[in-house]
């Protein structure tokens, strides 16, 4: 029973969204605004973009940290020979 009665509040926000769209679009200077939250919308999608990258980039950044870390751990187990005597004239 609750059903029907959330579709008609859904339909009705909706035609009240659209009514609202309708009455900015006749509004004096919004298509400026329009203008303006399109070109927000854009950059930001851009900016998404972009910072998935950075998630990309920083795993791979910790995969090279992890081996650099690990074979700087293997030399210092190493053991040093020591250096050999120059050779005699």
């Given at each position: ?13 909706a035609?009240?969204?659209e009514?609202?769209?309708q009455?900015?679009?006749?509004a ?10 399109n070109?927000?919308r854009?950059r930001?999608?851009d ?13 791979r ?14 030399q ?8 050999s005597?120059p050779?005699?004239?």
């Open positions: 029973m609750t059903e029907p009665r959330k579709n008609d509040l859904l339909t009705r926000l035609e009240l969204s009514e609202a769209k009455r900015l679009q006749d004096p200077g919004a298509d400026r605004v329009l203008t303006a939250l070109g927000v854009d930001l999608d900016l998404q973009r972009r910072v998935r990258g950075l998630e990309d980039l920083e795993r950044l910790t995969a090279l940290e992890k081996k650099v870390d690990k074979l700087a751990k293997a210092r187990a190493t053991p040093k020979s020591p250096p005597p050779p005699s004239p």
